[in-house]
């Protein structure tokens, strides 16, 4: 094999950018990657780790990137999703939230037990079912690679973050082409339609005056770096207690716990104005931590597991379909709404949250408004999942 190529810190910033922005553009050009809603740093990480993967196979070479900030954008994406938790929200999802909540987790269980029943079938190391399971369908990309630090050091899984990257890609995927023929499915059998008469919210908050300013940027920084601090404490706490989780889950906690308590203890902080800024915080640390995680792939230490990952892959999917249509639906109460949520369910089981919210998108931009299920499936994939997620990875693990 010849000379390693090394970036450092600064040149592997430069390239994720690049990778980002090469992305960007491939979505606006590419019909495929804007109908499934496919994001820009997977577009762009993928190709940018197909190019960097052929240098080893044609030219002997691994290029390799010094990703230590990557592991600071995971904190800080985390951190932000905390700080967006508003329990008080918690309320407008009323019984359909908790029905979903119990189907969620009952769900998590099902997503690991088909896991580690795959790989007895292909005689791969069990906790490799529970990697290609609920850590990175149900968690996506951010989870997998938070946890498979862990898989290397305790497990000895040496390329579970190819594994888990490679799941929660084809999952994303799997998951955004799912949600619609499903909500077809079951519109036209029911035949359903929406009863709601004002428009949609799509799952986002009406439109603020609030602009982003230096003084939000002071806001958010100082939110964000306190609740870092709570999640830190939190961390050495369980660590001691014996629970060993990634350092992201305690400071999405953290964030939860801050946004839940100043301001109502504190009413004149002007905690509500750094909306915009956190959520641009948080699009630029999940992006950029995509990006630097997708192009680093070894994309070379797969290939003896090109038929296992299908056979988990399919399983998946196919557990993921059941629950929305038979389980989920029905659960909910056959309604327009369910068939909506059912559509976003499959999304959220394998892509996470972001492909949830765009296959609910896609069919009430077509078929009607569902402001329930926008209020609903985000809740549960941007805060409940996270969270019981980590405990049943942990159990499982255990």
């Excluded at 030219?59 to 905390?82: H, K, P, Y």
């Excluded at 896991?115 to 290609?132: M, Q, S």
């Excluded at 082409?177 to 519109?187: D, E, H, R, T, V």
């Excluded at 603020?208 to 939110?223: G, H, P, R, S």
Aim: net charge neutral; hydrophobic share 55%; with cysteine.
């Amino acid at each position: 094999m010849g000379e390693p190529m090394e970036f450092d810190s600064r040149q592997t910033v430069i390239i994720a950018i690049v990778v980002l922005l090469l992305g960007k553009m491939l979505k606006n050009k590419v019909a495929f990657f804007e109908k499934y809603n496919i994001p820009e740093p997977v577009i762009g990480g993928i190709l940018a780790s197909l190019i960097f993967s052929s240098c080893y196979f044609f030219l002997d070479t691994v290029i390799s990137f010094s990703l230590e900030q990557r592991d600071v954008l995971l904190v800080v994406f985390f951190t932000c999703v905390g700080l967006s938790a508003k329990l008080s929200t918690l309320r407008q999802g009323g019984k359909s939230l908790v029905i979903l909540l119990i189907i969620a987790i009952i769900f998590l269980f099902f997503q690991n037990i088909i896991g580690i029943g795959i790989t007895y079938l292909t005689g791969l190391p069990e906790k490799v079912g529970i990697l290609g399971g609920s850590v990175s369908l149900s968690g996506g990309h951010g989870t997998a690679i938070a946890w498979a630090p862990i898989f290397v050091e305790k497990y000895g899984i040496s390329n579970a973050v190819e594994i888990g990257i490679a799941c929660a890609t084809f999952g994303l995927v799997l998951g955004g082409i799912s949600g619609g023929p499903i909500f077809n499915y079951l519109a036209n059998k029911h035949q359903l339609q929406s009863k709601q008469l004002e428009p949609d919210i799509v799952g986002l908050p009406a439109k603020e005056n609030t602009k982003i300013t230096v003084d939000t940027a002071y806001n958010v920084l100082l939110a964000v770096c306190i609740a870092i601090g709570i999640g830190l404490s939190l961390h050495q706490l369980s660590t001691d207690l014996g629970f060993k989780l990634p350092v992201f889950v305690p400071c999405l906690f953290g964030g939860i716990i801050l946004t839940n308590t100043v301001p109502y203890i504190w009413k004149s902080v002007p905690w509500s104005s750094g909306k915009p800024t956190l959520a641009l915080l948080s699009d630029f640390s999940l992006g950029l931590f995509l990006a630097m995680s997708l192009m680093s792939l070894q994309l070379w230490t797969l290939i003896d597991l090109a038929l296992p990952i299908i056979l988990l892959l399919i399983a998946q999917v196919l557990l993921a379909a059941f629950f929305a249509v038979f389980i989920v639906f029905h659960a909910l109460g056959k309604t327009y709404d369910a068939a909506v949520m059912a559509s976003g369910y499959i999304g959220l089981g394998l892509g996470a949250t972001p492909t949830a919210v765009a296959n609910m998108t896609a069919v009430t931009q077509k078929c009607g408004p569902s402001t329930q299920a926008f209020i609903v499936i985000p809740l549960i994939g941007a805060f409940f999942i996270d969270v019981a997620n980590a405990i049943i990875i942990q159990f499982f693990l255990s």
